[in-house]
């Protein structure tokens, strides 16, 4: 027989199909490829499935931290002057005590004074809070606020702080009040 053809019971030879050699043994029918085509198909949605679970959980994480933080900084608002206060508690009994005893001399109730000052002054470092007390320096808008000009008289520089009329105050770095003042205007 001729490569290529082959019997049938008749007797006559039918052309053979070739099919081109691509290193496989046998070439993949329709339905072998709707079934792979499917199993791809459903592990892509178990992966889009846990993706989507994922999601959600995450989804769900921002959200409680989210709301976590909402209540963190409700507190901090609600609470934040609460170790400022405890460090007031001493001098405001300290004041009280001074107010309940009539019979102290002055320089007793002079010295109570200067103690309370000391109680008071560490309150406020511990609450960082701390006064401008700008004498001599260059006038600052930012923190000072000129109540009166003086002309210079060669002692303090031009644009700069003569006297304090009322001290001034920051809370780390942000003026609470500034210092009233009296500057020294240029000549």
């Known amino acids: 027989m001729a490569a290529g053809e082959s019997e049938v019971a008749s007797g006559e030879a039918l052309p053979r199909e070739r099919v081109p050699d691509t290193g496989q043994a046998q070439a993949q029918t329709p339905v072998d490829v709707l079934a792979q085509a499917q199993l791809e198909l459903q592990r892509a949605q178990a992966t889009a499935l ?48 001074a107010l309940q005893d009539e019979g102290s001399n002055p320089e007793a109730l002079r010295e109570g004074v200067k103690i309370t000052l ?8 511990r609450g960082r809070l701390t006064e401008i007390n700008p004498v001599g320096e260059k006038f600052d808008p930012h923190r000072h606020q000129a109540i009166a000009t003086v002309p210079g008289d060669g002692t303090v520089a031009a644009n700069h702080v003569v006297a304090v009329l009322q001290k001034g105050w920051m809370i780390a770095d942000r003026v609470l009040r500034p210092a009233l003042v009296t500057v020294a205007q240029s000549s």
């Open 118 to 125: 000391r109680q008071l002054r560490a309150a406020f470092e």
């Open 50 to 97: 846990e993706n989507h679970d994922l999601y959600l959980r995450a989804r769900a994480e921002a959200e409680n931290v989210r709301r976590r933080s909402q209540d963190d900084v409700s507190k901090a608002h609600k609470y934040a002057i609460e170790s400022f206060a405890e460090a007031l508690v001493p001098v405001f009994d300290s004041l009280e005590k």
